[in-house]
């Protein structure tokens, strides 16, 4: 199998996300796929009317490959878009959509299409400047939470505690007229410091992970010393995501589960979510998962050299002696 990963930095481990991606190279070298990181930036797109491959970068011709899994997130710029459909128009199988992937980097057209089918989310509200601050309490409460439209890591999202700091803040940014994009939330008192990040992967939820703050604050992103520790979600809390992947569209989904006083929010979803504290805490490869499972969804046979080693690799576990299994702590990270 023959694949890209687009990745919008260099993949040095001092970049955010480029870790995620240096797992993707190791599970891909051991099971003989063939795997090239290119910057989408680096492409030379060039439309015209013949029916032939198209694909150039950084000035050479590039092979076909069977499948691309961009890696760019809530940074998801438009060329990114345009590069990811004009090799969706040549029929490359893409790991997420350009559609879905487009619409998961903005958080209000995720609500607002989840909400159209009926799954649960937050109240929210568009900022508009001058902020009307008698809307907003009437409307959500306080306290309110403040998020960007695009954001990642828990960047970009605080936590108002009354109108008081709320019209400080709304001051502050009609002072600064920046053009950025805010929606005010709801904020889910029960899940205060704590939510549930879901893995969904070909319409199945392969894994998750409960993640708690451990300063009192809000958040509990692991990137901002959170901790996380694996999480047997109910049937409902698993269908929800699983259900919240499908009606985006998304291939793989990192589904945020907020806890509510009558079952669950969703918080948010992410079509390359971070999986490094989910790997450390639930004990699995997920390049392993998502490779897997898109062969399968291509049609794509394994090499057998690797069905051999899987096939090895279980018959040793039925004969390994039984031990106890070691208790899942809280594990730090930075996820």
């Known amino acids: 199998m023959h694949c890209w990963l687009l990745f919008h930095r260099e993949v040095r481990r001092d970049v955010p996300e480029a870790v995620e991606v240096m797992r993707f190279q190791q599970v891909a070298a051991a099971h003989g796929i063939r795997l090239d990181v290119l910057q989408p930036r680096n492409f030379e797109l060039i439309v015209d009317t013949t029916n032939g491959w198209s694909a150039v970068y950084e000035g050479r011709r590039l092979a ?15 060329f990114t878009l345009a590069v990811l459909r004009h090799f969706e128009r040549q029929g490359v199988a893409m790991v997420n959509s350009s559609t879905s992937i487009e619409a998961v980097a903005d958080k209000l057209q995720t609500l607002q299409i989840l909400s159209a089918a009926g799954l649960p989310i937050p109240k929210t509200i568009l900022g508009k400047f001058p902020v009307d601050v008698d809307v907003v309490e009437r409307e959500l409460g306080f306290p309110v939470v403040v998020k960007t439209l695009r954001g990642t890591r828990g960047n970009g999202v605080l936590l108002c505690a009354n109108r008081e700091q709320f019209g400080d803040l709304a001051n502050l940014l009609d002072g600064t007229q ?26 199945r ?30 049937t409902e809390m698993a269908e929800l995501a699983v259900r919240v992947a499908s009606v985006l569209g998304l ?29 450390k805490a639930c004990r699995i490869s997920v390049p392993d998962e998502i490779f897997r499972a898109m062969r399968t969804k291509l049609g794509l046979s394994e090499p057998k050299r690797n069905a051999w080693r899987r096939l090895f690799s279980s018959i040793r576990n039925v004969f390994r002696p039984e031990t106890k299994a070691p208790s899942s702590p809280l594990l730090p990270d930075e996820r």
């Open 64 to 78: 076909k490959p069977d499948l691309i899994i961009p890696r760019t997130g809530s940074e998801t710029s438009y």
């Open 178 to 203: 920046s053009g950025a994009d805010f929606i005010f939330q709801q904020d889910v008192k029960a899940s205060h410091g704590r939510d549930v990040r879901v893995l969904v992967v070909n319409g």
């Open 205 to 234: 939820a392969v894994a998750a992970m409960e993640r708690r703050s451990t300063d009192g604050s809000f958040k509990s992103n692991i990137s901002l010393g959170g901790v996380g520790r694996a999480f047997e979600p109910p």
């Open 251 to 279: 291939d793989v989904a990192g589904v945020d589960i907020l806890f509510d006083e009558n079952g669950y929010r969703i918080c948010e979803a992410n079509s390359s979510p971070g999986f490094q504290g989910l790997e």
